[in-house]
């Protein structure tokens, strides 16, 4: 209660600016904490990992040494029946720790003591590195209650934590659809809609709810793809970097470690996983597409577990595992053996390619042979690495556009009208653009993925299915720090370019880009007039605020190609040659049954629960859908209409009776088949007076 009340003292002391009192006792109160509580931490969020340090280079977790750590963490939150393993760490020389023995536990469940614990944990794994002891208890699942997990290693201090269980509502949808532009903050969309005119809507703008998404990783602010693809993906935070599995010790991180296959991590089940053992492999179905590698860190989300996003040979294993119905980008050096060694990879060279192949899927590697393929499942890995920018593929004859990936996914999904799906879909070079400060290339991609969403939701009304998919719309973070602030008259000399060349306030007027009705510009290097807008955070480079395709893709990162820039010269606002992530919350926009669990704020693993509500089925507390809504409203609306009618033909029947009192009603007596035209008329007015109240409370 003393350790509470301090926590509060301070948070409050932080939040109204007293700056030096909050510093002084936040210090004192996690000095405490560190010999009292090591495994919570509130100053800093639920999620956060238990006495992490902080690590000695980037992007790399290190494991606490003054504590005990358990995951899940802290108040992580499950959906009953999802499988997670349950991880011990033990420090080695933690003072009082036992760590060549297991940690004694207790579990409680929903109050009550489980004796032994959970069934999964009857048995252990003990994973020992150069400074801890990992003990894992595999496949575990929770009920419909939470539970209090204990750990007590030696007579070090007891390390608790609470796992929750999230009540799903069900939505009954028959499908779910996953959109993510990677990297793309709302100013990318702006700078879209600017492009097609406010006169136009961009599909977003048709969802029904809309709904503001915070990005933090386990142990950090700032996410990369990877962990906030696997938050969304599975519920769950993990580290940056990793994908579907808690932290350990190895010494992995963002490096290669050829030794280290980080299969051994402790996992948390992924929603694809869920869906196709619990729904059926024969009836459920995964389509993976993207325009980078589909072994890269956003796509890999979907089925990964590993520690260290750069081991693609592992991941595209892991993908093959999943047996995915569809599977379309780039990454094929990750599925034919090149990268074998390189990623640490256990026995002879496999050609994962050439198993598909064997196992029946159209194996295609073109833009022509996808448009031919025709089986029950399709495999297209069209580039090396990662697919082009659309400004400079828009005409090639091997690689597709984002639009015909999709297409060409939703028709071998639903060849047999009996199968439920997931289909995941991401626009790459949005991110992978804003990271090279290319506004050009970045807004390309995002009105491909504009185009993309109107396409598919056209298809899904073609196809009668529209009513039973839900569709989330989102980013993993945002790039750059991108943000609009005026046009630009580009024929300014390039040393008057920002002070005399930018137009703002009420100078902006629209540029000379425009996209078609097939979101397509077509003037992007003729335009005089276009788009004041460059990252918040770069490195030293040249803004012209043109096109740059004369330029290679990725320009920012050759010394040679940057050197060929023109423009006004911009200083470095940060270390390093690329634009860099940042802590800017997103959007998230739903449509289809179970739109409304988006809505208001919410932290990014709010995604994975609000799919598997959505593919949960209905059950009393299940809201009505706007579409149900609507037509009750219609229902009670033509019954007013009748209504009217009949109330009307009772005034006629009385004035033609030459009723004595003016305004009265005739009134009949009942016969054996109930009331007169007259009372049926007033009491169905009540009614539906009702009716149409209780459906607009609704």
Same mark, same amino acid.
């Given at each position: 209660?003393?350790?509470?009340?301090?926590?509060?003292?301070?948070?409050?002391?932080?939040?109204?600016?007293?700056?030096?009192?909050?510093?002084?006792?936040?210090?004192?109160?996690?000095?405490?904490?560190?010999?009292?509580?090591?495994?919570?931490?509130?100053?800093?969020?639920?999620?956060?990992?238990?006495?992490?340090?902080?690590?000695?280079?980037?992007?790399?977790?290190?494991?606490?040494?003054? %504590?005990? =750590? !358990?995951?899940?963490?802290? #108040?992580?939150?499950?959906?009953? $029946?999802?499988?997670?393993?349950?991880?011990? @760490? &033990?420090?080695?020389?933690?003072?009082?720790?036992?760590?060549?023995?297991?940690?004694?536990?207790?579990?409680?469940?929903?109050?009550?003591?489980?004796?032994?614990?959970?069934?999964?944990?009857?048995?252990?794994?003990?994973?020992?590195?150069?400074?801890?002891?990992?003990?894992?208890?595999?496949?575990?699942?929770?009920?419909?209650?939470?539970?209090?997990?204990?750990?007590?290693?030696?007579? %070090?201090? =007891? !390390?608790?934590?609470?796992? #929750?269980?999230?009540?799903?509502? $069900?939505?009954?949808?028959?499908?779910?659809? @996953? &959109?993510?532009?990677?990297?793309?903050?709302?100013?990318?969309?702006?700078?879209?809609?600017?492009?097609?005119?406010?006169?136009?809507?961009?599909?977003?703008?048709?969802?029904?709810?809309?709904?503001?998404?915070?990005?933090?990783?386990?142990?950090?602010?700032?996410?990369?793809?990877?962990?906030?693809?696997?938050?969304?993906?599975?519920?769950?935070?993990?580290?940056?970097?990793?994908?579907?599995?808690?932290?350990?010790?190895?010494?992995?991180?963002?490096?290669?470690?050829?030794?280290?296959?980080?299969?051994?991590?402790?996992?948390?089940?992924?929603?694809?996983?869920?869906?196709?053992?619990?729904?059926?492999?024969?009836?459920f179905k995964v389509g993976v597409v993207s325009t980078a590698s589909v072994v890269d860190a956003t796509p890999a989300g979907v089925w990964g577990h590993c520690q260290n996003r750069r081991k693609g040979t592992q991941l595209a294993e892991q993908a093959m595992a999943l047996k995915p119905t569809v599977l379309l980008g780039g990454g094929k050096r990750n599925f034919n053996g090149d990268r074998w060694e390189r990623d640490g990879m256990d026995g002879e060279k496999q050609d994962f390619l050439a198993q598909a192949a064997a196992d029946g899927y159209d194996v295609v590697n073109s833009r022509a042979e996808l448009a031919a393929a025709k089986g029950e499942k399709v495999v297209g890995l069209f580039t090396e690495n990662h697919l082009d920018p659309l400004a400079d593929r828009h005409d090639s004859e091997?690689?597709?556009?984002?639009?015909?990936?999709?297409?060409?996914?939703?028709?071998?999904?639903?060849?047999?009208?009996?199968?439920?799906?997931?289909?995941?879909?991401?626009?790459?070079?949005?991110?992978?653009?804003?990271?090279?400060?290319?506004?050009?290339?970045?807004?390309?991609?995002?009105?491909?993925?504009?185009?993309?969403?109107?396409?598919?939701?056209?298809?899904?009304?073609?196809?009668?299915?529209?009513?039973?998919?839900?569709?989330?719309?989102?980013?993993?973070?945002?790039?750059?720090?991108?943000?609009?602030?005026?046009?630009?008259?580009?024929?300014?000399?390039?040393?008057?370019?920002?002070?005399?060349?930018?137009?703002?306030?009420?100078?902006?007027?629209?540029?000379?880009?425009?996209?078609?009705?097939?979101?397509?510009?077509?003037?992007?290097?003729?335009?005089?007039?276009?788009?004041?807008?460059?990252?918040?955070?770069?490195?030293?480079?040249?803004?012209?605020?043109?096109?740059?395709?004369?330029?290679?893709?990725?320009?920012?990162?050759?010394?040679?190609?940057?050197?060929?820039?023109?423009?006004?010269?911009?200083?470095?606002?940060?270390?390093?040659?690329?634009?860099?992530?940042?802590?800017?919350?997103?959007?998230?926009?739903?449509?289809?049954?179970?739109?409304?669990?988006?809505?208001?704020?919410?932290?990014?693993?709010?995604?994975?629960?609000?799919?598997?509500?959505?593919?949960?089925?209905?059950?009393?507390?299940?809201?009505?859908?706007?579409?149900?809504?609507?037509?009750?409203?219609?229902?009670?609306?033509?019954?007013?209409?009748?209504?009217?009618?009949?109330?009307?033909?009772?005034?006629?029947?009385?004035?033609?009776?030459?009723?004595?009192?003016?305004?009265?009603?005739?009134?009949?007596?009942?016969?054996?088949?109930?009331?007169?035209?007259?009372?049926?008329?007033?009491?169905?007015?009540?009614?539906?007076?009702?009716?149409?109240?209780?459906?607009?409370?609704?």
């Amino acid at each position: 209660l003393k350790l509470q009340f301090l926590y509060l003292i301070a948070d409050t002391y932080r939040h109204t600016g007293r700056t030096m009192g909050a510093q002084k006792l936040a210090a004192l109160v996690l000095a405490v904490a560190a010999g009292t509580c090591a495994e919570r931490d509130p100053l800093r969020g639920h999620w956060k990992a238990t006495a992490t340090t902080r690590g000695t280079t980037a992007n790399k977790w290190t494991p606490a040494m003054n %504590a005990v =750590t !358990v995951y899940p963490y802290h #108040k992580a939150r499950f959906v009953e $029946g999802v499988k997670f393993d349950v991880s011990i @760490l &033990v420090p080695k020389t933690l003072a009082g720790a036992a760590p060549t023995t297991r940690p004694s536990f207790e579990v409680t469940e929903g109050g009550v003591a489980l004796a032994g614990g959970m069934a999964c944990m009857k048995t252990w794994e003990s994973v020992e590195s150069a400074t801890h002891v990992n003990y894992i208890a595999r496949n575990c699942v929770l009920g419909a209650k939470d539970v209090v997990f204990k750990a007590t290693s030696g007579s %070090a201090r =007891t !390390v608790e934590v609470e796992w #929750k269980v999230v009540p799903l509502y $069900g939505a009954g949808a028959k499908n779910v659809v @996953l &959109v993510v532009g990677d990297g793309m903050a709302v100013s990318m969309v702006t700078g879209a809609r600017i492009l097609r005119g406010y006169d136009k809507k961009l599909p977003l703008d048709t969802f029904a709810t809309t709904g503001v998404v915070s990005v933090p990783s386990l142990e950090s602010i700032i996410t990369d793809s990877a962990s906030s693809s696997s938050q969304m993906n599975t519920g769950h935070k993990t580290t940056v970097g990793g994908s579907g599995v808690w932290p350990d010790a190895t010494a992995d991180g963002f490096e290669v470690d050829d030794d280290d296959r980080d299969l051994d991590n402790a996992r948390f089940e992924t929603a694809s996983e869920y869906w196709k053992r619990t729904i059926g492999e024969e009836t459920f179905k995964v389509g993976v597409v993207s325009t980078a590698s589909v072994v890269d860190a956003t796509p890999a989300g979907v089925w990964g577990h590993c520690q260290n996003r750069r081991k693609g040979t592992q991941l595209a294993e892991q993908a093959m595992a999943l047996k995915p119905t569809v599977l379309l980008g780039g990454g094929k050096r990750n599925f034919n053996g090149d990268r074998w060694e390189r990623d640490g990879m256990d026995g002879e060279k496999q050609d994962f390619l050439a198993q598909a192949a064997a196992d029946g899927y159209d194996v295609v590697n073109s833009r022509a042979e996808l448009a031919a393929a025709k089986g029950e499942k399709v495999v297209g890995l069209f580039t090396e690495n990662h697919l082009d920018p659309l400004a400079d593929r828009h005409d090639s004859e091997d690689q597709p556009s984002l639009e015909e990936m999709v297409m060409k996914a939703v028709d071998t999904l639903t060849r047999d009208p009996k199968d439920r799906f997931y289909l995941h879909i991401e626009a790459a070079s949005i991110d992978k653009q804003a990271h090279a400060c290319d506004t050009v290339r970045m807004l390309a991609d995002t009105l491909e993925l504009m185009s993309t969403i109107e396409q598919m939701q056209k298809k899904f009304e073609d196809m009668g299915i529209a009513d039973e998919t839900l569709i989330v719309v989102t980013s993993d973070h945002t790039t750059g720090g991108f943000d609009i602030y005026g046009t630009v008259d580009t024929s300014v000399p390039d040393d008057k370019l920002t002070s005399e060349g930018i137009l703002t306030y009420g100078l902006a007027e629209f540029p000379d880009w425009v996209a078609g009705d097939d979101y397509r510009v077509r003037n992007w290097e003729s335009a005089r007039y276009t788009l004041a807008g460059i990252n918040g955070n770069h490195p030293a480079y040249k803004e012209d605020f043109k096109a740059k395709r004369h330029l290679k893709i990725n320009w920012l990162y050759d010394a040679e190609e940057r050197a060929k820039a023109t423009g006004a010269q911009l200083e470095s606002v940060l270390p390093g040659s690329s634009a860099v992530h940042t802590a800017s919350d997103i959007l998230v926009y739903a449509h289809g049954p179970g739109h409304e669990w988006f809505v208001g704020h919410q932290d990014q693993t709010n995604i994975f629960f609000g799919m598997m509500n959505a593919m949960a089925a209905k059950t009393a507390a299940t809201p009505a859908t706007v579409a149900e809504v609507q037509k009750a409203r219609d229902a009670a609306l033509a019954e007013v209409e009748t209504l009217k009618k009949a109330v009307a033909a009772a005034a006629a029947e009385k004035e033609k009776a030459g009723a004595a009192e003016a305004g009265k009603v005739a009134v009949v007596k009942c016969d054996q088949d109930g009331l007169s035209g007259g009372e049926k008329a007033m009491v169905g007015l009540g009614v539906t007076t009702l009716v149409l109240v209780l459906v607009l409370v609704g």
